[in-house]
């Protein structure tokens, strides 16, 4: 794969349907876009991290739609990533975010070397990678109740991000996930006690195809 050019980065980026208006991409950014699209590219041909062989497409599917968590993230949230695989959401954010601490979470090793050479290659602070299932962390004193943000995207049922995420957050933390329009009637049905929808977001792909965002607060207990 040759680097992606920056104006297709600029493109992505400058996309109306991603509502990045309140941001400046700097020549940083873009640098880091291209390093990890680069180190995405090598990894990609040994363990097969994504599906997308072709740098444009892996931007226009997974880089598009992991900046539309960008609505409802500050620099100052301490964030979560779970499941994060080949770096999605939670590498793109912080590239737009980098003052944003965030914790990349996945179970399986090989993802997690790629992972930490992505952290290596674009000379982050306040990254961190942790390696095991989701399960195992959560009633630990280090990570129960420590992030005021939790990332899913593409992490299996509602019910599952809910149980899994939930004992992450701070009260008053919030989950953030991409899911299909007919999971929000599954939440509703789950009557949780410990959360409630705060807002439910329909979103475009670069495709064209739609996706819902769903914000889930968990509540003071």
Known sequence: ???????????????????????????????????FLGVLDKWNRKINLVSEKDASRILEKHVFDSLQYLRWLEPSHETLDIGSGAGFP???VKIILPHMG???????RKRCNFLREVVRELDFGKISVMEGRAEQ?????????????????????LATCLSIGLP????????I?????????????NKLHDARMVETLTVSGFDGRDSLMMVIEKCST
């Open 1 to 35: 794969m040759n680097s992606i050019s920056s104006q297709k980065i600029l493109e992505i980026l400058n996309d109306s349907r991603l509502d990045l208006s309140r941001f400046q991409f700097l020549d940083e950014t873009i640098g880091r876009f291209q390093k």
């Open 90 to 92: 939670g590498l793109p």
């Open 102 to 108: 965030i914790t990349l979470l996945d179970s399986q």
């Open 137 to 157: 962390f959560s009633s630990q004193k280090n990570s129960k109740e420590q992030f005021q943000r939790v990332l899913l995207r593409g992490f299996g049922p």
């Open 168 to 175: 992450y957050l701070k009260a008053g933390g919030q989950m």
């Open 177 to 189: 996930l991409m899911k299909g329009p007919e999971e929000v009637e599954d939440f509703k049905k």
